[in-house]
């Protein structure tokens, strides 16, 4: 199994729709979780940062369940410009990053 | 703007030579940056960890005597592939960690394409 664990997609949404993925992860010593954007052939950005009591920025909801070991991000209203892939990213004890193979979205319009 | 900057962003060598690409934490200092590789649809491999006055720690099937890492400041990593070879045409992603808050920023990317 891996450490890290996005399901690929794509999800293929129209816009304004509501979609969510998820992000498992094996290291119940995880420490610090991150969701990242990445746009084609670009370096990835972060999106936001995971917290244990969970926390919004605008349409972008992300949620960390530590009982089930998995993060999550919640998108409201898709744009087309949200058509990207989105990379978990979680930090380790040991400064060691694990990053999730991502999970690409396609917004139609 | 940036906050971690990488350079070149893109680079095209002959098979044989060797390249360097920089990373700079342009406003903190960073003890440690990190160097991945992406191919096309996949997601990034970090292949080692660079550390500001020590070696660099490998991940295992990484060469180190090929890919070169030098930390010689707080503020930059270099990784140098050396004799290069057609299948080391890859992406390649520095990224560096912001204090407090562990914050991961990652430089732009260095599009290598060996001929």
């Known amino acids: 199994r891996k450490e890290v664990e996005q399901d690929p997609g794509p999800f293929n949404v129209p816009e304004g729709a509501t979609v969510a993925f998820n992000c498992t992860y094996s290291?119940?010593?995880?420490?610090?979780f991150f969701w990242y954007r990445q746009d084609c052939r670009k370096e990835p950005k972060l999106l936001m940062s995971?917290?244990?009591s969970g926390n919004e920025d605008g349409r972008f909801t992300a949620q960390l369940n530590r009982a089930s070991q998995y993060i999550s991000l919640l998108i409201r209203d898709s744009k087309l410009s949200d058509s990207a892939t989105y990379l978990c990213?979680?930090?380790?004890?040991?400064?060691?990053?694990?990053f999730g193979g991502g999970t690409r979205l396609m917004v139609k319009p | 703007g940036a906050v971690v900057s990488q350079h070149p962003s893109r680079v095209i060598c002959k098979s044989g030579t060797s390249v360097k690409i920089e990373c700079r934490s342009l406003?903190?200092?960073?003890?440690?940056m990190f160097w991945y590789r992406q191919f096309p649809k996949q997601s990034l491999m970090l292949m080692a960890t660079?550390?500001?006055?020590?070696?660099?720690?490998?991940e295992q099937g990484v060469e180190k005597d090929k890919f070169l890492i030098n930390h010689a400041s707080l503020t930059l990593s270099t990784l140098t592939v050396t004799s290069a070879h057609p299948e080391d045409s890859s992406f390649y992603i520095c990224?560096?960690?912001?204090?407090?808050?562990?914050?991961?920023?990652f430089g732009e990317g260095s599009w290598l394409t060996v001929v």
């Open positions: 406003d903190f200092q960073a003890t440690t």
């Open positions: 290291n119940s010593a995880s420490q610090s």
């Open positions: 990224s560096a960690n912001r204090e407090p808050g562990n914050t991961i920023y």
């Open positions: 660079s550390n500001e006055g020590s070696k660099a720690t490998y």
């Open positions: 995971v917290y244990s």
């Open positions: 990213v979680i930090y380790n004890a040991g400064n060691m990053l694990t």
